[in-house]
């Protein structure tokens, strides 16, 4: 008897600390911190990745527009990571430059390696 009094008390304490919340949905993470790798985390990586290409001294002494190819992003973590998507965002960041021509002659999309890439290294 003594147990389901404690058990109703306890289930009453519960509900009655509950009532007004409310189940918030969270769209917009960059505020909270997350022990795992966040998307939010990968985008600033490229467009970190970018503006260091784009403001180096190379890039800001080059005389003319230079070709660009960009090979592929390789995941070497066991998250999920969508490599065609961070290829996609930073050829967008260099190309928005202007600075570069960017070619997929020889690499592809960015996302699939070209075998072309291959021959020309054991060529040199």
Do not use: W
């Amino acid at each position: 008897m003594l147990v389901i009094l404690l058990f109703i008390i306890f289930s009453l304490s519960l509900t009655s600390c509950a009532k007004d919340s409310k189940t918030k949905y969270i769209t917009e993470s960059k505020a909270y911190a997350s022990t795992g790798i966040d998307p939010h985390d990968i985008e600033q990586v490229v467009e970190k990745s970018a503006r260091s290409l784009l403001e180096s001294t190379f890039t800001k002494e080059l005389k003319s527009r230079k070709m660009l190819a960009i090979s592929d992003i390789i995941n070497e973590t066991q998250e999920d990571i969508d490599t065609e998507i961070l290829s996609r965002k930073l050829v967008r960041h260099i190309r928005n430059s202007k600075k570069f021509t960017l070619t997929n002659a020889i690499a592809g999309s960015g996302a699939h390696t070209d075998k072309m890439l291959q021959k020309l290294a054991q060529a040199k």
